[in-house]
């Protein structure tokens, strides 16, 4: 029954998100199912770790409230897709040919540099959503999978980059290392509609 009902929910949330974003988040978690769990530690805002009843060991995804996976990396797969993040060149291209321009973000978990920008790309985001694709590429690729083409094609090579397409796929702005200025990069996008 809390399975059926986490489903509906879940459903009915995704049904909310933003189109672009839907078809890279994982809908169905490896739900575990258990009784008696012990907690062995959480991490605040980022996600539980369980031992079950059974001897098996689960993770409990805090930050987007997810469920519970199977093992550490089938949770952090799923956190990464509902960030947006992709890494797959034939995804990122389908995103690219809807005919609206693209924001690409060449993003790692351990940059500093990419945290201090979200707070400006965050409201970036929100500003663009309807009229502009959002990508994170995960450069060191850590959880999902091998991203060496899509980093060939785009030549990303350092982080934090910024990539700007506008709605025919064509390179229109780009820039390499801390450059978050979101009135700078709002400008830009207006540009790009």
């Known amino acids: 029954m809390k399975y059926l009902l986490f489903t509906a929910l879940l459903f009915l949330f995704s049904c909310s998100e933003n189109t672009e974003t839907q078809a890279y988040v ?24 369980w031992k079950n009843d059974n001897g098996t060991e689960s993770y409990e995804d805090l930050r987007f409230e997810l469920g519970f996976y199977g093992s550490f990396n089938e949770m952090r797969q799923a956190q990464y897709r509902k960030m947006g993040i992709v890494t797959d060149l034939s995804q990122i291209q389908n995103i690219i040919d809807s005919g609206k321009p693209t924001f690409i973000e060449g993003w790692s978990e351990s940059c500093v540099y990419c945290k201090m920008g979200e707070v ?28 060496t083409e899509t980093l060939r094609y785009f030549q990303i090579s350092s982080t934090p980059t910024y ?7 064509e390179e229109t702005y780009r820039s390499v290392g801390y450059a978050a200025e979101g009135e700078k990069l709002s400008k830009i996008l207006y540009e790009n509609y």
């Open 120 to 147: 400006a790309l965050k409201k970036l985001k929100v500003e663009h959503s309807n009229q502009v694709n959002f990508v994170i590429v995960d450069v060191s690729n850590r959880y999902l999978e091998d991203v």
């Open 163 to 169: 990539i700007i397409l506008d709605k025919n796929g």
């Open 26 to 49: 994982s809908t169905s978690p490896n739900i575990i199912e258990s009784s008696n769990k012990e907690l062995l530690r959480t991490f605040k805002g980022d996600y539980s770790h």
